[in-house]
């Protein structure tokens, strides 16, 4: 079946750097990747739809320029977030379609910022 | 503006009993529904979906139930296994593709 790789699965990082995460589709390309993230006992909250060559459709109320995502290949999109702060720290997920109705995750990405 | 709930929180069962999972939703234009299993600190994994031109689908101890008249499905799993403890979550796909996740279930499924 379709595998999605979500890469690194835990991070600890400085409050003011930024972190990278990326999400690749393993046998399939995908033109469409989704990013989720998780708050303690809460559902999914979708941040953004990543589209390969073209701009992410981020959300209401998520920060595009604390958030920037990029899809330069049909496998590969990144969520990259910048200055970091505490408040960032969550679980990321992202997500991977690869048919009408397939939608496969990656493992999730565990960021601490201290 | 929640087009998928799922209103119960959590769930204990019996091992070797039946778990009934609930989902409802409000978008009459949803034509397909999913069921994802997740993890603590895991990507969800996909369980069973179901297409609204079904009412019921089967997969092994997963069954899923589909009442459009009533916007509702239900996911059903028996027998009960203590490995089964996770929270479910209801998904369908909106008209951009993105997935309208519910608020999940915590299942507990207890020896």
């Known amino acids: 079946g379709a595998v999605v790789s979500q890469h690194p699965s835990r991070v600890i990082c400085k409050s003011g750097t930024s972190v990278k995460i990326e999400c690749r589709s393993l046998?399939?390309?995908?033109?469409?990747m989704f990013w989720y993230r998780q708050f303690p006992k809460k559902s999914l909250m979708l941040m953004a739809t990543?589209?390969?060559?073209?701009?992410?459709?981020?959300e209401q109320g998520v920060e595009k320029d604390k958030f920037l995502i990029n899809h330069a290949s049909l496998t590969l999109s990144t969520l990259t977030v910048t200055s970091a702060h505490p408040e960032d720290s969550s679980f990321y997920i992202c997500?991977?379609?690869?048919?009408?109705?397939?939608?496969?995750f990656g493992s999730g990405t565990r960021l601490t910022v201290v | 503006d929640q087009q998928v709930k799922q209103n119960s929180p959590s769930l204990s069962v019996q091992e070797g009993r039946i778990s009934i999972l609930n989902c409802d939703y409000t978008?009459?234009?949803?034509?397909?529904f999913l069921w994802y299993k997740k993890y603590p600190a895991e990507g969800p994994t996909f369980l069973i979906s179901?297409?609204?031109?079904?009412d019921k689908n089967e997969d092994g101890r997963f069954t899923v139930f589909l009442n459009k008249s009533a916007k509702h499905l239900s996911l059903h799993i028996v027998p009960s296994q203590p490995g089964d403890s996770a929270v479910y979550f209801c998904?369908?796909?909106?008209?951009?593709?993105?997935?309208?996740f519910g608020q999940g279930t915590t299942l507990q499924v207890k020896p």
């Open positions: 997500s991977a379609r690869d048919l009408p109705y397939g939608y496969t």
């Open positions: 046998d399939f390309q995908a033109t469409t």
């Open positions: 990543s589209n390969e060559g073209s701009k992410a459709t981020y």
């Open positions: 978008n009459s234009m949803f034509d397909y």
């Open positions: 179901i297409s609204s031109i079904k």
């Open positions: 998904a369908a796909p909106g008209n951009t593709g993105k997935l309208i």
